[in-house]
């Protein structure tokens, strides 16, 4: 009998506030829901045609570690398995079923990330253009990220 899983891959833009709870046995536990749009070409332009909205849970310490990056609106990409949950619904008793993405790794575009640090840092460049035609200072010694390599 061969096994089979449900491995999944989801990009989109996280709708929600992040909010880092722990479970009775002290385990983090983290919940995204990320918005995924479907386009479509229409002559020389793009139109949206849906909208999807996929809940993602992360735990351990992937979701201590999100937690403090990811934050409502940013652009995410989750692997993970896709995984069914029920529960009784109080009113009617009816069982009530849904998908999620129970995740393995998160992904942030380097692009998002290069903007949250100039935010973080107080970087002030994008708002006044340098005057001078001096070249710009170079990065603090304790940045790794900042430096130019040899290749």
Known sequence: ???SSA???????????????YANSGTAM??????????KRNGEDWEKTQTSFVNCQLWGDLAE?????VQKGMRCQVEGRLEERSWEDATTGDTRYAMQVV??????????????????????????PQQS???????????????ELDF
Do not use: C, H, Y
């Open 1 to 3: 009998m061969a096994r």
């Open 7 to 21: 491995n999944i891959t989801v990009k989109g833009n996280n709708v929600i506030d992040v909010e880092l709870r």
């Open 30 to 39: 983290l919940r995204l829901r990320l918005a995924v749009e479907r386009w």
């Open 65 to 69: 570690q999100t937690s403090t990056i």
């Open 103 to 128: 995740a393995d790794d998160v992904f942030i575009p380097v692009e998002d990330i290069e903007s949250m640090v100039r935010v973080q840092r107080g970087d002030k460049s994008q708002a006044k």
């Open 133 to 147: 035609s001096a070249p710009a200072a170079s990065a603090p010694a304790g940045d790794p990220f900042d430096e």
